[in-house]
């Protein structure tokens, strides 16, 4: 099963500040990434697929990039209704597609 | 407007069965691959199981295999998630999630709100 770590597992960031959110991988998944934004209480909202492609209605502010094992998640000017927890998926190499352990985004 | 409502959800004892249900609309249900993700409370996200667009294959993680059965009724457009043999640990938020693509992206761009299944005695 291939394991996904995320880092930091807390960032706090004030509003207008850029936030990089990492993901690696236990083994090489291409760019078969995905990321994902859930808010307390509400179900997880597609950002970007294969590694770097926003999602349909995803602002431009958020941008997804890397390959292989190593991954990152930029949001280049947070705005208030960014801050969330954020999950990196794989899907290369399934069953199970897995999911990183997430990164709370804060306000600091 | 796609939707996805699941229900079924409760309380039930260690050892019990539930059935989940998740109901869609707003998109050609048959054409797409369905998954459950489930997320215990203060906890990530896990995968649960997959299902293809026909039905044809599921899809389950160790975890639940032998366990839970997922199946779909397209004439219905309805998802669902036998669960059998329930234990503490199987406590969560289940969520029912659509397939970006047609041609099986395994990613998910649209989520139901979520549905508590809670394992007690």
Known sequence: EIVMTQSPAT????????ATLSCRVSQSVSSNLAWYQQKPGQAPRLLIYDASTRATGI???????????EFTLTISSL????????????YNNWPPLTFGGGTNVEIK | EVQLVESGGGLVQPGGSLRLSCAASGFTFSSYAMTWVRQAPGKGLEWVSGISGSGDNTFHADSVKGRFTTSRDNSKNTLYLQMNSLRAEDTAVY????????GLSLNFDY???????????
């Open chain 2, 95 to 102: 969520y029912c999630a659509k397939d970006r693509d047609r």
């Open chain 2, 111 to 121: 989520w139901g709100q979520g549905t508590l299944v809670t394992v007690s005695s």
């Open chain 1, 11 to 18: 960032l706090s960031v004030s509003p207008g500040e850029r």
């Open chain 1, 59 to 69: 602002p431009a502010r958020f941008s997804g990039s890397g390959s292989g094992t």
């Open chain 1, 79 to 90: 705005q208030s209704e960014d801050f969330a927890v954020y999950y990196c998926q794989q």
